[in-house]
């Protein structure tokens, strides 16, 4: 099979961007990667939320608009969504197989929700993944709430990712300055040898 990858931004908006941790430090790579994917003719497609009329990622409002340093690029995929999971009742799918894809090299807001479920669930319809280890990111929170710390969260998911297990799958940890978008796929590697 041809090595065909995109690069998906997820849930990179106005107002997930105020609450995010790392938000500069996290759009500047995904900024470079995109530039990156772009010159070697690789796909970039943005996933957004639709939130309920009236909140904050409200369909038109300024904090549903992608981050300005990340905003699409005319031609470019835009998967609307309305849960956690990037594919479910969505035309993501639809616009990957449309483009020939079979790698996903996966980016965005929140780690543990939107990333973990849509990277999961590209792995269950078959494509390879890339998870980009300083590409994703969480809320920003204290020590003392119920969840992790920002940095802990990220670097629980991407040991996670490390060492899923899905047959016949490739799956990849690298951060953004290892991501190669001409080489091909590694065959699949046992769990912890990634």
């Not at 904090?63 to 594919?87: C, Y």
């Not at 998870?131 to 991407?158: C, F, K």
Request: hydrophobic content about 45%; overall charge negative; some cysteine.
């Amino acid at each position: 099979m041809t090595h065909a990858p995109a690069l998906l931004v997820i849930d990179m908006q106005n107002a997930l961007a105020e609450i995010a941790h790392r938000a500069p430090e996290t759009i500047a790579v995904i900024a470079g990667l995109r530039a990156r994917a772009r010159a070697a003719g690789v796909p970039v497609v943005t996933v957004q939320h639709h939130g309920p009329a009236g909140g904050e990622l409200a369909p038109g409002s300024d904090g549903w608009r992608i981050v300005p340093e990340l905003a699409p690029e005319d031609g470019e995929s835009v998967i609307a969504k309305t849960s956690a999971d990037g594919f479910l009742d969505t035309e993501l799918d639809a616009a990957l197989a449309a483009l020939g894809v079979t790698e996903l090299l996966v980016t965005g807001f929140a780690t543990e929700i939107c990333v973990d479920t849509t990277a999961r669930q590209a792995l269950s319809r078959r494509y390879d993944l890339v998870l980009v280890a300083d590409g994703h990111t969480t809320s920003v929170r204290g020590a003392d709430g119920p969840y992790a710390e920002p940095d802990r969260s990220v670097a629980h998911h991407n040991e996670i990712f490390r060492h899923l297990d899905f047959p016949g799958r490739s799956i990849r940890v690298l951060p953004a300055a290892e991501v190669d978008f001409g080489a091909p796929v590694p065959a699949s590697a046992p769990a912890g040898a990634r």
